[in-house]
């Protein structure tokens, strides 16, 4: 049986960091605030020469070089991203152009926070069947560019930065105990577009536009929505919360995350948290944490873990995987 396994893994953050306490005189806030509702205390904030592409090029190059390997060795790249460079082309062949590749192919996947699960999840799709060996999947945002600085609801939970996997199709034996993705579970449904989304676009306003939200709405639904996927991945393998040994959630809030743990029975010592840190970074903020989370040497070789996100659509998933 073919598994798409995690090879190598690399991030890149922009240099400007924005504590809270930068934002107060902006807008009407405070670090206490933004701390007690959201856990993020800061973020990481593009300047002019700091791009979607250029966030995802430095991360995909780092992957590759965890990995060992270089770009010849691979043949597909996805890119989840809400903050394209250009409306066209897709913004994973500029990534393709910036680290010299001229084989394989490109595209980019939204499904906003939840889009590095849905890119995980598509790649394994195109690895298992046979129709790529290796491939770069990459989340990589710059919110900044899309946020109002006038409405304090939402500039302060938003960040900059980019993660990539590099991911390989094994031999596994069909068991639990294979590396790779053991599990994925995708959902979405449209009917809640007006809670999270942005108000242009190019056949609309023909402008970008600003992300709005409903905040409370997207929170009563959140917790639910991850639990389901989440216990989904459970089921379709046998393994139970207990046999996890990481759970990475989309990074948006941590009261969010705390809840879904809880639902879950998930212990939080086996919680990645990076929120506090890189505030919501929507597809980069998973691979942003499990980057993390490897480098610190609390993910090992052997180790179960669970990627989960939920993004305005609304959109949500799950992958269960062995590290």
Known sequence: MIRSAIRGIGSALPKKVVKNSDLESIVETSDEWIVQRTGIRQRHIANRNETTVSLGAEAARKALKAAALNVDDIDLIVLATSTPNHTFPASATEIQKALGMTRGVAFDLQAVCSGFVFALTTADLYLRGGMAKRALVIGSETFSRILDWKDRTTCVLFGDGAGAVVLEAIEGKGTNDDRGILAARLRSDGRHMDKLYVDGGASTTQTVGHLRMEGREVFKYAVGMITDVVDDCFAATGISAEQLDWFVPHQANKR?????????????????ITVGEHGNTSAASVPLALDQAVKD???????LVMLEAMGGGFTWGAVLLRW
């Open 256 to 272: 969010i995350i705390d809840a879904s743990a809880r639902k879950l029975g998930i212990a939080e010592n086996k919680v990645v």
């Open 297 to 303: 040497g609390r993910i090992k070789k052997g180790d």
